[in-house]
C-alpha cells in the first residue's frame, strides 16, 4: 500500500478541477496545468477532495499510485501559491542580470552567458548575486534552476560558483606547503 496514495488530495477554496479520461485540468489563481496520467489509477473527485487509487493490483500501477498524487498535489500547490527556488551566485566577478525575457550571466568565462527564460517562469536578480525563479509548474521551476546552476556548479575548495540558498557546500582543505 502506498502511504502517500492513500491520502486524498484536499482542493482549497478558488482551485477548480476537471477530471475527464485520466486527464487533469487544474484552474486557480495563479493559472491552470494540465496533464494527462495512466489509465492504471483511477482518479476521482468527492467534494473538496481527489481520490487516487490502482485499477489492478500490479506493480507498475502500485508504483504510479502515489507518483500521481503527488504530481497532482504538486499541480493543486502550484495554481494556489506557487514554487520559487533560490540560487545564490558566489564568486570575485560573478554576476547575475534580467533584461527582456533574458538572463545574463557573468561566471568567470571569456563570454557571457545568456539564457532565454521560459514565458511561464518568472526569473528576478533582486542583488546581483541573487537569482529568484518562481512558476506555477513545479518541474518547470526546478529544472530552470538546475539549468541555470549546472552553468557554474559550486567547487568545495573556494565555494565560488552558483548554488541553491539552502544548499550548503562542504568545504576541502587547499594543499599544504
Given at each position: 500500500?502506498?502511504?502517500?496514495?492513500?491520502?486524498?488530495?484536499?482542493?482549497?477554496?478558488?482551485?477548480?478541477?476537471?477530471?475527464?479520461n485520466?486527464?487533469?485540468?487544474?484552474k486557480?489563481?495563479?493559472?491552470?496545468?494540465?496533464?494527462?496520467?495512466?489509465?492504471?489509477?483511477?482518479?476521482v473527485?468527492?467534494?473538496?477532495?481527489v481520490?487516487?487509487?490502482?485499477?489492478?493490483n500490479?506493480?507498475?500501477?502500485?508504483?504510479?499510485?502515489g507518483?500521481?498524487?503527488?504530481?497532482?498535489n504538486n499541480?493543486?500547490?502550484?495554481?494556489?501559491?506557487?514554487?520559487?527556488?533560490?540560487?545564490?551566485?558566489?564568486?570575485?566577478?560573478?554576476?547575475?542580470?534580467?533584461?527582456?525575457?533574458?538572463?545574463?550571466?557573468?561566471?568567470?568565462?571569456?563570454?557571457?552567458i545568456?539564457?532565454?527564460?521560459?514565458?511561464?517562469?518568472?526569473?528576478?536578480?533582486?542583488?546581483?548575486?541573487?537569482?529568484?525563479?518562481?512558476?506555477?509548474?513545479?518541474?518547470?521551476?526546478g529544472?530552470?534552476?538546475?539549468?541555470?546552476?549546472?552553468?557554474?556548479?559550486?567547487?568545495?575548495?573556494?565555494?565560488?560558483?552558483?548554488?541553491?540558498?539552502?544548499?550548503?557546500?562542504?568545504?576541502?582543505?587547499?594543499?599544504k606547503?
Amino acid at each position: 500500500m502506498s502511504r502517500v496514495g492513500k491520502q486524498p488530495v484536499t482542493l482549497p477554496q478558488g482551485v477548480d478541477i476537471d477530471i475527464l479520461n485520466n486527464t487533469i485540468l487544474v484552474k486557480g489563481k495563479k493559472g491552470e496545468l494540465k496533464s494527462s496520467f495512466p489509465v492504471s489509477v483511477k482518479i476521482v473527485k468527492e467534494d473538496d477532495k481527489v481520490v487516487i487509487s490502482p485499477i489492478n493490483n500490479t506493480k507498475s500501477a502500485k508504483g504510479a499510485w502515489g507518483l500521481i498524487r503527488t504530481i497532482i498535489n504538486n499541480m493543486v500547490v502550484g495554481v494556489e501559491n506557487g514554487f520559487t527556488k533560490s540560487l545564490v551566485v558566489n564568486g570575485v566577478g560573478y554576476r547575475a542580470a534580467v533584461d527582456d525575457g533574458i538572463l545574463t550571466l557573468q561566471l568567470g568565462y571569456s563570454h557571457d552567458i545568456k539564457l532565454a527564460i521560459p514565458n511561464d517562469l518568472e526569473v528576478k536578480c533582486t542583488k546581483p548575486t541573487e537569482i529568484s525563479i518562481s512558476g506555477i509548474d513545479k518541474q518547470k521551476v526546478g529544472q530552470f534552476a538546475s539549468e541555470v546552476r549546472a552553468l557554474r556548479k559550486p567547487e568545495p575548495y573556494k565555494g565560488k560558483g552558483i548554488r541553491y540558498s539552502d544548499e550548503v557546500i562542504r568545504r576541502k582543505e587547499g594543499k599544504k606547503k
